[in-house]
């Protein structure tokens, strides 16, 4: 069996996942804005309809307390559920902000990972993004000659330079 193994780098047995191609590694690394924002819209639309429901049926529940007969006299009535109403507005009140900050904390989130991943990050890091003389970005030294004029992209402006 000598001589019939795969190649296996080393990475691959201690990388969290594992990319056939850096097309297929960038696809994984970088967020998809558009799901991430759909998703938001979504909380949200779902945040809408769970309060709506709660006031609907607080709504229904004070409808049912008014046709009933103690209400003939309705201040006996709220001494004796005070306590319960309190309660009810405590509780739809914690739950609304609780929905306020777990949509807020997922928003800032997103905008982390916006932030993290973004082209001036990278360059602030000490990268730099090579264009040659049309304004193309150079990804291999076979794309340039020797004396092409070249634009180096890096953190606080441009670098003009000549390849060597």
């Known amino acids: 069996a000598i001589g019939h193994?795969?190649?296996r780098p080393l990475l691959d047995e201690v990388a969290?996942?594992?990319a056939s191609t850096p097309t297929d590694a960038a696809k994984r690394v970088v967020p998809d804005v558009a799901?991430?924002?759909a998703e938001i819209?979504?909380?949200r639309a779902r945040g809408r309809q769970i309060v709506t429901t709660a006031i609907t049926n607080q709504i229904d529940r004070i409808r049912q307390l008014a046709s009933r007969p103690v209400m003939a006299s309705p201040l006996a009535y709220l001494e004796r559920?005070?306590?319960d109403l309190a309660n009810l507005a405590y509780r739809g009140s914690?739950?609304?902000d609780s929905l306020v900050h777990q949509t807020t904390d997922r928003l800032h989130g997103i905008i982390g990972k916006l932030r993290t991943l973004s082209p001036q990050k990278t360059l602030d890091r000490g990268y730099a993004i090579v264009r040659n003389a049309a304004g193309v970005v150079?990804?291999?030294t076979t794309s340039v000659s020797t004396g092409d004029?070249?634009?180096l992209r890096v953190a606080d402006g441009d670098i003009a330079t000549t390849v060597n």
């Open 5 to 7: 193994e795969n190649d």
């Open 16 to 18: 969290d996942l594992r």
């Open 35 to 37: 799901a991430d924002l």
């Open 41 to 43: 819209d979504q909380l």
């Open 81 to 83: 559920h005070e306590n």
């Open 94 to 96: 914690t739950f609304v």
């Open 138 to 140: 150079v990804t291999s």
């Open 149 to 151: 004029p070249l634009t």
